[in-house]
């Protein structure tokens, strides 16, 4: 029997939504840096097996929001959850329930739909009690209709995710390609690679104010791709500190995003960055939806 479904993937910021979600798929989708919200926009990944199709909706970190992108991100976060077929919910393994993850419980008491708790980070347990206790804690709660203990960087536990998954779906269609992996255009992707470039090279408050346009796409007469990009950030200090001395900063970044924008055409790429100011864009609502956050 052939089934399929629609799977949202939740969970307050830096729990492991996008590594899972790169590694079920086997393709760097979803950017990943150890800075919270690095996910904004809802991102679909496609997973085709012989028997199943699972579509997945990698989300933002749920967060109190602080300006108007947050308001954006959590109504975004919060949106799918009577949408789908499956919410699956990430924890890892701290054994105190935070604020965050009562605050996601809270929501899921609302939400009439299937849900999975997956135990994350299984792989810095310090004893096979540890996790048991917390799996514990939660079966307490009654809210799951299955609990999973993972490691989403190890890929341990993959194949039971995805038994259960199979387990829970109904029959349906195949509704994109089996060849397909994502909705996502390629001119979305490149902006998410550079931005993943400044979050993992800058510190303190720049990366959050971080925005990215990719202006132009094209091939020149060296089937060489010519991709130029506006790096927008929030403050004029912010400029020179991207830019880094003689350029070096920007320039780490321009090598980095060229290397992984490559792999993801799979053609040779000369990539050029400038960087803007957008005062405080992330508190106005106009400058939100002019970078695409809808």
């Not at 799918?80 to 419980?105: A, C, P, R, W």
């Not at 259960?164 to 994502?182: K, N, R």
């Amino acid at each position: 029997m052939f089934k399929s479904g629609f799977i949202t993937v939740i969970g307050r910021p830096n729990v492991g939504k996008s590594t899972l979600l790169n590694g079920l798929i086997g393709e760097k989708i979803s950017i990943i840096s150890d800075k919270p919200q690095t996910t904004r926009n809802k991102i679909q990944m496609v997973l085709t097996t012989d028997n199943m199709q699972c579509v997945f909706l990698d989300t933002p970190g749920i967060q109190m929001p602080k300006n108007k992108l947050g308001d954006y991100m959590l109504s975004v976060s919060k949106s799918t959850l009577n949408e789908v077929d499956i919410v699956t919910f990430i924890v890892d393994l701290s054994e105190d329930i935070g604020k965050l993850d009562q605050y996601i419980l809270d929501i899921l008491d609302g939400v009439d739909t299937k849900t999975i708790l997956l135990v994350n980070k299984i792989d810095i347990a310090e004893s096979q009690d540890q996790i048991d206790n917390i799996i514990n804690k939660y079966k307490e709660m009654d809210k799951f209709d299955r609990i999973v203990p993972i490691s989403a960087l190890e890929k341990t536990n993959y194949d039971k995710y995805l038994e259960v998954l199979y387990e829970l779906l109904e029959e349906g269609p195949m509704y994109y390609p089996a060849d397909m992996i994502t909705d996502q255009p390629e001119r979305n992707i490149i902006a998410e690679i550079v931005r993943e470039k400044v979050l993992r090279n800058m510190f303190d408050e720049i990366p959050h104010g971080i925005a990215v346009e990719v202006m132009k796409i094209s091939e020149n007469e060296n089937e060489k791709m010519q991709i130029e990009v506006n790096l927008y950030v929030e403050q004029n200090s912010h400029k020179g500190m991207v830019i880094g001395k003689g350029g070096s900063m920007l320039k780490k970044i321009g090598i980095e995003a060229r290397r992984d924008i490559e792999n993801l055409l799979d053609a040779k790429v000369n990539l050029k960055i400038w960087v803007k100011v957008a005062k405080d864009w992330r508190k106005k609502d106009s400058r939100v939806k002019d970078f695409g956050y809808r």
